[in-house]
């Protein structure tokens, strides 16, 4: 069973940068795609970002786009999301998502709370 665990949430100002990482427990394989997820209070979980396992092509939503980094390093099994130019719209919980054809693996979520 795979398991992950993102890292790097937390409290940062508005125009401030973060680095959230998402640590996996065993082989992944191959995948659909890999990428992160994100939940504001009273809103539904909304993609942010993620990587083709077909051509490794990232992509990412609209409101992250140009200010936002999806990367992987195989050696370490971990996923990596840069953030810059932080707003409060930014504010939610984080999600690693690895979605293969036969499964569907979610991280436990790390917080990351934009001040103005």
């Known amino acids: 069973q795979l398991q992950l665990v993102e890292s790097g949430g937390g409290l940062v100002q508005a125009g401030g940068s973060l680095t959230l990482s998402c640590a996996a427990s065993?082989?992944?394989?191959?995948?659909?795609?890999i990428g992160w997820f994100r939940q504001a209070p009273g809103k539904e979980r909304e993609g942010v970002a993620c990587?083709?396992?077909?051509?490794?092509?990232?992509y990412y939503a609209d409101s992250v786009k140009g200010r936002s980094t999806i990367s992987r390093d195989n050696a370490k099994n971990t996923l990596y999301l840069q953030m810059n130019t932080l707003n409060p719209e930014d504010t939610a919980v984080y999600y690693c998502?690895?979605?293969?054809?036969?499964?569907?693996?979610w991280g436990q979520g790390t917080q990351v709370t934009v001040s103005t």
């Open positions: 998502n690895v979605y293969t054809a036969a499964d569907e693996f």
């Open positions: 065993g082989f992944i394989g191959d995948y659909l795609a």
């Open positions: 990587i083709s396992g077909s051509d490794g092509s990232a």
